[in-house]
């Protein structure tokens, strides 16, 4: 008999433990032309906000050793285009939805939120309080972001938890010293779910110009490089908070997904490897249905923090 | 509707030092690849490069591709190490063709460098499809790098050299020489080449009233308008609109629309 695969995020019931990092899967229909999307265990929406935005100058983008930097600078069509063209799509699909968002206060958030729930247009909501690339780093301490204060975590998830009923999910940035903290404080002010990790604050200069590659300067680490990073970050939270984790971070196979279930990861989500092979998210969730049956896994939720030390 | 394809590799050849041609033997994607579209190429398994590497089609045969490269960095480098017989996964075709319009009676190409590389296929398309001859501006830094000027003569097109050092051809830019061809409201011009290069022949397209479509390069990840890594800013007042995607978009562009002040 197969495995099964179901598991029960926070009050978001996916039918396998498999999604994509918000900014690598647009809304979906791009990846749909290579395999049937309506397959995953749920689609992570690009972060919407309640204006459109342009985002970052070029070049935005720029390949690093078994990784990339990238500076969009949350591009996105914003909440009414998705509303309207967007969510009706993925519904019509029959995809299970988690609309990422991104705004510049508690109240905005809370607004997008609100939306969402109101319009059907998502079935979670995940709160992106850790976007890298939309503060200027020219400025002498750099960006600082919502998920790097404990507290600023707390006031912003409490103002989207008042907004919703919706399982939420926060996402919080790697670029912290203690990654259980922003996650205890987000527990604490009513999240059901961390996600976890965003990109890995990086940056690179051509030696030849002596500029900085990117026209943002700084950018966000993924892909491979930053997975055992990620791991350990997903088995720090998952000691110390009660609620579910959406693990990420470089993971391109069912292997690597399975690093970080059993780091303690419910859930996991496929990134930038998307860019290299499209329809890298289904194959994860094939090897992860090869590796119950090859290991007489009856449910996958045996493997959560199952890690033998 | 893009293909995801493990291609076998017909032939690899150095055309001029640094510059390869590649045929790839796909007839999935060859059957319904346009000239100015691309494709993804795998460079090796594993995670080094991470990404795969975007390269236009030089020309479109019935079962297969050939694609002209020049080395960049190590994702090229590595490229060129593939021998006949090996096998690469290729995706595609990608982004928009260049459209073919029957309302001009000259089609003026012209191509800076590897920006020659969607040229060939254009050309075939061009003759067959408008049964127009186009004519070509060749240019290049030096000699060597001239590229493909026995194909277009075999194709009977009128063929303009330039170099920047006058080691071959007119000794001047391809926007020059394509001003000096007086080119006018019946023409229609197709660039493709570095940005100065490119942002000059608009400007003299600008100037004479000739249409112009460009070619885009651009570093991306995708390939397939997901990760917003590739855009270019166009000339559009909405904020949602302005940036637009060389892969999806493009990579043929209204050059028009592109706002060159940033190059």
């Known amino acids: ?20 990092g918000s900014g690598t899967f647009a809304y979906g229909q791009e990846y749909d032309r290579y395999f049937d999307v309506s397959r995953l265990g749920a689609v992570t929406t690009k972060s919407l906000s309640l204006k459109p935005r342009a985002g970052n100058k070029p070049p935005r983008l720029v390949e690093t050793p078994s990784g990339m930097l990238n500076a969009i600078g949350l591009q996105n069509v914003g909440i009414d285009v998705y509303l309207r063209e967007k969510a009706p799509w993925l519904r019509n699909k029959g995809c299970t939805i988690i609309g990422n968002i991104y705004g510049y206060s508690p109240e905005e958030y809370a607004e997008l939120a609100r939306r969402l729930e109101a319009e059907g247009a998502a079935d979670a909501i995940e709160a992106n309080l850790s976007c890298p690339n939309v503060h200027d780093a020219r400025t002498a301490r750099g960006c600082t972001l919502v998920a790097q204060d404990p507290q600023q975590v707390t006031a912003y998830t409490q103002a989207i938890r008042a907004a919703t009923k919706l399982p939420l999910f926060i996402k919080l940035t790697p670029n912290v010293l203690d990654i259980a903290e922003p996650a205890l404080a987000a527990e604490a002010a009513g999240a059901d779910g961390i996600a976890i990790i965003n990109t890995l604050l990086g940056m690179g200069i051509d030696p030849e110009t002596r500029r900085p590659i990117l026209s943002n300067i700084v950018g966000g680490l993924s892909g491979p490089a930053i997975r055992p990073v990620a791991v350990k970050m997903v088995w720090d939270v998952a000691k110390v908070v009660k609620i579910p984790i959406i693990g990420m971070g470089g993971i391109c196979t069912a292997a690597d997904a399975l690093q970080f279930i059993l780091a303690g990861a419910t859930a996991v989500a496929v990134g930038s490897y998307s860019f290299r092979q499209p329809d890298a998210s289904m194959k994860v969730i094939e090897g992860l249905a090869e590796y119950c049956e090859r290991h007489s896994v009856a449910n996958i939720t045996e493997l959560i923090g199952a890690m033998k030390v | 509707m893009p293909y995801l394809s493990e291609c076998e590799v017909t032939s690899h050849h150095e055309l001029s030092p640094g510059h390869y041609r590649l045929v790839l033997h796909c007839p999935e994607i060859a059957q319904d690849a346009q000239a100015g579209q691309f494709c993804m190429l795998e460079v090796q398994q ?3 490069p991470f990404l795969r590497r975007p390269m236009c089609f030089e020309r479109i045969f019935k079962d297969s591709v050939s694609i002209l490269y020049k080395i960049e960095g190590e994702g090229t480098r590595l490229l060129s190490a593939l021998s006949p017989g090996q096998s690469i996964n290729v995706q595609g075709p990608l982004g928009k063709p260049f459209p073919l319009e029957a309302n001009h009676a000259r089609h003026i190409m012209v191509a800076g460098g590897i920006g020659i590389a969607p040229f060939p296929a254009l050309a075939e398309a061009i003759i067959a499809k408008l049964g127009v001859t186009p004519e070509i501006i ?7 790098m001239l590229l493909c000027e026995r194909e277009f003569q075999q194709m009977g097109c009128k063929i303009h050299l330039a170099t920047d050092d006058g080691s071959a051809g007119q000794k001047a830019f391809a926007s020059e020489v394509l001003r000096a061809l007086a080119p006018g409201p019946d023409t229609i011009a197709y660039c493709c080449g570095p940005m100065p290069m490119m942002k000059a022949t608009h400007r003299v397209c600008e100037d004479l009233g000739v249409r112009c479509l460009a070619s885009l390069e651009a570093e991306m990840a995708c390939g397939d308008g997901v990760c917003l890594g590739c855009v270019v800013e166009a000339k559009v007042e909405i904020e949602a609109e ?22």
């Open chain 1, 1 to 20: 008999m197969p495995a099964n695969l179901q598991v029960n995020v926070g009050g978001l019931l996916m039918k396998n433990p498999v999604t994509v």
């Open chain 2, 46 to 48: 594993g995670y080094y």
């Open chain 2, 242 to 263: 302005r940036m637009v995607r060389v892969c999806y978009d493009g990579p043929v562009f209204d050059s028009a629309l592109i706002n060159w002040d940033n190059y």
């Open chain 2, 138 to 144: 060749i240019a290049a830094r030096t000699d060597s």
